[in-house]
């Protein structure tokens, strides 16, 4: 079972930024927050992760918070082609993702 | 240059039927995936191989059997498909995947399998 809660959908306009919050409240201290997306009918793509600390790379950033329960990953720019689904998936050593729902982003022009 | 690769990318067959998937990857990863993706869009994994050896087999029915030749390579064969088999099936491949490291799992682009 996913380990992380999401919302099922979200909104947002075309340029703004999209802030797609994660709860992950069972997280163990060697578990990092994943992020992938899927857009419409082609395979998961990697975005970032962490363990701690606050990332940003090209794609987005990942905000996790003090106490490491819940993480924001944010898309500063968010564009119609980045629509897809997000999914926010705690990762420890045993290599296996474990998907959930994730969150529906829709990018509004 | 595509990462991962699969084929067929579409893939229409009868019931009781054996049909072969295959994955390849130009990243020089050690470890390669096998996950299905059903009509509610839940993507789990099936299979997991470090270096062609088996370390992750979920609860799959035995008439799934992957194959992998060389470490670039991962091929999920189905004997007897029935019409629950019908999913879109995505390999990915990883850099390490030994027990106590994570890794980012780079995906390929899907084989969309239709069971009549």
Same mark, same amino acid.
């Given at each position: *079972? ?15 930024? %999209?802030?797609? $919050? ?5 997280? !163990?201290?060697? @578990?990092? &927050? ?18 701690? =600390? ?5 794609? %987005? ?12 990953? #944010? ?18 050593? !045993?290599?296996?993702?474990? +998907?959930?729902?994730?969150? /529906?982003?829709?990018?509004? $022009? | *240059? ?17 049909? !072969? #998937? ?17 009509? /509610? /869009?839940?993507? /789990?994994?099936? +299979? ?12 799959? $029915? =035995? ?28 390999? %990915?491949?990883? @850099?390490?995947?030994?027990?106590? !490291? ?12 239709? &069971?009549?």
């Amino acid at each position: *079972d996913a380990k992380t809660t999401q919302p099922t959908s979200m909104d947002c306009a075309e340029g703004r930024a %999209a802030n797609l $919050p994660c709860n992950h409240s069972t997280i !163990s201290g060697n @578990e990092y &927050v994943y992020w992938y997306r899927q857009i419409h009918s082609q395979g998961p793509q990697y975005i970032i992760h962490g363990l701690k =600390n606050n990332e940003t790379n090209e794609m %987005a950033s990942l905000i996790i918070t003090e106490d490491r329960k819940s993480s924001t990953l #944010i898309l500063p720019h968010a564009t119609l082609r980045d629509t897809a689904v997000y999914y926010c998936i705690v990762q420890g050593g !045993s290599e296996k993702l474990v +998907f959930g729902k994730g969150t /529906k982003l829709t990018v509004n $022009p | *240059d595509t990462a991962v690769s699969q084929t067929p990318k579409y893939l229409v067959t009868q019931m009781g039927n054996d049909k !072969s #998937i295959k994955c390849e990857q130009n990243l020089g990863h050690d470890t390669m995936y096998w996950y299905k993706q059903d009509s /509610k /869009k839940f993507l /789990k994994i099936m +299979f997991s191989y470090n270096n062609k050896e088996l370390i992750i087999n979920e609860t799959v $029915p =035995n008439r799934f059997s992957p194959k992998s030749p060389d470490k670039a390579h991962l091929n999920l064969h189905i004997n007897s498909l029935e019409l629950g088999d019908s999913a879109v099936y995505f390999c %990915a491949s990883s @850099e390490s995947g030994t027990s106590g !490291s994570t890794d980012t799992q780079y995906f390929g682009p899907g084989t969309r399998l239709t &069971v009549l």
